[in-house]
Structure formats: structure tokens, C-alpha cells
């Protein structure tokens, strides 16, 4: 957070510092002797979907799918407290340089997450229960069922792992438990909830519950009461209680056995937005604070950049003599090279050009202290570069 109050108080300081200096007089007036003066949107509701009556829930996506094997069935006395201690050390926190989620064993050496848990990395950071931390790497993907498999380099043979069960029979009504790292940081908490329906979204069968799912759950197991899984958290609706999406599990067992997505499975599907997939770490989190306001700041300063343009036109096309030597991303920029103007200014139009003269190094100097700021917040060097430009304000000769 103090680097995001010191990124805006530096932005707002500088560009409020020159933002209010003096408007040009145009070049015309020049000729008589006057005085110069950087949650979420709520995802819109779904469009309509199928619900799978109650005779028959199981939608058409799991329709042709033979059913998987059977689930190591838990004894039917297990209390709730039993069951979560059971499987609770079978759930891990997923890391990435960038973000956090959630994953779970499905056997000592793999685990199963969501693809947009672990983005574009090979490598993941997997942190237990007990706070010990290994590495894995993606085996797998299925986008279309955003759905990821990992291999963990170290393995433990008494590592506890979670049984696969299966969507085709669930029932509307019966109880569910999610276990994950809600916030990226509340390490397996327990929420418990109901089915609450079935959608047959793209060709995926998506298992709706009711029970409370935050950003850093993607990737979590949704269990039933014998804590078998039958789904993968995937995707809810900020700012809507009690909608939370689990892909089936059913899904994963290609995944698991390498072959990936099933031909025409839709990929991308808008229906059900993805709920904030992963959390990012306190660090990351700053870093992406302070680089929306070093954003803010910067367009601010490319749109006062945007308005030099003009004045510099009419310049050069009133009071201008001569050649401008050089290709710049904007023409004013030939100020700060001492070969790039060759001709002479109009003597009735020398007040007019220091001005546009001040009015031009005000922005590099803001630029320079907002840019400042923003390296010592440890934004990224490319992210600052792509900002400059993208509000063609990357200039190396200001530098000079």
C-alpha cells in the first residue's frame, strides 16, 4: 500500500504541478506584443442454460462418457470433522511467481488444478498443509476444461491423496464441502454447501453449489459426503453469493491419461466468467497496485502530451524557418536534440516557442519523477516501457 500512496501522491503532485501552468497564446496572437501565459465487475447473469431435471442430472456432456471407476467408498459413519481431516492433507496451496491457487492429490506423485491457476508457467511452487513446500511441473492442460495436471519432483510415498467419484450421480440437493486457499493466503478452509444444479456449458458439465467459494479456491476439490471429488472449483460470480461453478471431474481423466481436450470442446466460453482466478502474493499485489496508478499517471501525461502536438504544428507551420532534422514519436521531441533543428524561429514568435519550450520539459520532468517512483516501487522495467510507449512518451533523448 506505500507504494501505491507513493505512486499516486507523486503522480498527482507532478501532474497537477504542470497541468497547471499557463495555455499558449496561439501562434497568431504572438504577433502583437501580449503577455505570454494510473474486484471486479459483477460477471452479467448467465444466459439461459439447461438445468438437468431431477430424475435425470446428468447432463449431455457426461452423457457418452462411461463411467469412471469406482470411488473408494469412506465409511458411511464419518462424521463431517472426520471426513475434512481425512482428505484435508491431500489439498495444497499453489504458487506462482505471480499468483496463488489451489490443487489436490489424486495420487503420491499428482495433483490437479486449473490451467488458469498456473498460466503460462512449467514450473509451480506447491505449499501442504504442514507449511513445507516442494516444486511441480505442468504435465498436462486442457484448456477447454480448464484443467491442469502436476508432477511433483519430490514425492511422498505416504502422501495422501483424494479418490475420484464422479458427476453422473450426483444428485440436486446433496451436500458438498470445498477445500482450498481462499484470499491466497487462508490455507484449506472448509465451507460446505449443496448442489445446487447442473450446466452443460460448451460441451463441459459445470456442478453448481452454493457453498462459499473466494478468489484463491480455483483449483480446490469439491468433494461429496464420502469425500470423493466430483469437481474442480473453476469459476463463480463476484459479488454474488452462493454461485460457484466446479468443472466435472469426469473431465480429468483424459487429462490425466495425456490425451488432453476432446475434440470439439468449446474453449472460452463467456457464459460463466471465471471468478478471480488466483490471488496474487501481498508483493505481486502491491507491484500491480502501483503499476494501475503509474498507468493512470502516465496516460495523463501522454494526453497533455497529445495536446503539444497541435500546438507544436501550428508552430512550426507559422513561426517556423527551416528544417527539423530527424523522425521523432512526436515532433516536439526534436527539442532535446541539438541537430534536429536546423532552421530559425520567427522573431514575433519567440515568446511563443519558449513557452511550448517550458510547456515541453514540464512533461519530461514529471515523466522523470513518476517514473522514478514507479522503479523504486519495483515495477517492472518492461512494464514501464510499455506503458511510455503506449502513450508514445519512450524517448531516450530526454536522458541525453
Known amino acids: 500500500m506505500a ?87 491431500a489439498v495444497v496451496t499453489i504458487q506462482t511467481p505471480t499468483s496463488r491457487g489451489s490443487g489436490f492429490f489424486v495420487a503420491p506423485d499428482t495433483l490437479i488444478t486449473n490451467v488458469h491457476v498456473v498460466g503460462t508457467e512449467s514450473t509451480v511452487t506447491i505449499r501442504r498443509p504442514n507449511g513445507t513446500t516442494t516444486t511441480a511441473r505442468v504435465q498436462a492442460t486442457s484448456p477447454a476444461f480448464d484443467i491442469a495436471v502436476l508432477k511433483v519432483f519430490e514425492v511422498v510415498s505416504s502422501q495422501t491423496i483424494i479418490p475420484l467419484g464422479t458427476a453422473a450421480s450426483v444428485r440436486i440437493g446433496e451436500e458438498v464441502i470445498a477445500i482450498g486457499t481462499p484470499l491466497g493466503f487462508l490455507q484449506n478452509t472448509v465451507s460446505r454447501g449443496i448442489v445446487s444444479g447442473l450446466r452443460d456449458v460448451g460441451g463441459a458439465t459445470l456442478v453448481q453449489t452454493d457453498a462459499a467459494i473466494n478468489p484463491g479456491n480455483s483449483g480446490g476439490p469439491l468433494l461429496n459426503r464420502s469425500g470423493a471429488v466430483i469437481g474442480i472449483i473453476k469459476s463463480g460470480y463476484v459479488g454474488s453469493d452462493g454461485l460457484a461453478f466446479a468443472v466435472a471431474i469426469d473431465h480429468a481423466r483424459a487429462v490425466l491419461a495425456g490425451r488432453g481436450d476432446p475434440s470439439g470442446a468449446a474453449t472460452g466460453s463467456t457464459e460463466y466468467q471465471a471468478l478471480s482466478p488466483a490471488v496474487a502474493a501481498p508483493a505481486d499485489q502491491r507491484r500491480i497496485d502501483t503499476t494501475r496508478a503509474y498507468e493512470e499517471a502516465i496516460g495523463q501525461l501522454g494526453r497533455r502530451a497529445d495536446d503539444l502536438d497541435g500546438q507544436w504544428k501550428s508552430f512550426v507551420a507559422q513561426c517556423y524557418q527551416g528544417q527539423i532534422a530527424g ?8 527539442l532535446w536534440d541539438s541537430r534536429a533543428m536546423q532552421g530559425v524561429v520567427a522573431s514575433s514568435c519567440t515568446p511563443y516557442f519558449e513557452d511550448l519550450r517550458r510547456r515541453a520539459t514540464d512533461i519530461q520532468r514529471a515523466l522523470s519523477a513518476i517514473d522514478e517512483v514507479a522503479r523504486a516501487a519495483d515495477i517492472y522495467p518492461g512494464t514501464r516501457r510499455d506503458v511510455l510507449r503506449k502513450n508514445r512518451l519512450d524517448y531516450a533523448g530526454w536522458t541525453k
Open 3 to 89: 507504494g501505491l500512496i507513493g505512486v499516486a501522491a507523486v503522480a498527482i503532485a507532478a501532474t497537477v504541478w504542470w497541468m497547471s501552468s499557463r495555455q499558449p497564446a496561439s501562434p497568431s496572437a504572438m504577433a502583437a506584443p501580449a503577455t505570454m501565459s494510473t474486484a471486479v465487475q459483477p460477471a452479467p447473469a448467465p444466459a439461459s442454460t439447461r438445468t438437468a431435471p431431477l430424475a435425470d442430472p446428468v447432463p449431455d456432456s457426461l452423457a457418452a462418457t462411461p463411467p469412471p471407476p469406482e470411488a473408494p467408498a469412506a465409511a458411511t459413519t464419518d462424521s463431517l470433522e472426520d471426513l475434512v481431516t481425512r482428505v484435508m492433507p
Open 327 to 334: 523522425t521523432f514519436d512526436r515532433p516536439w521531441f526534436a
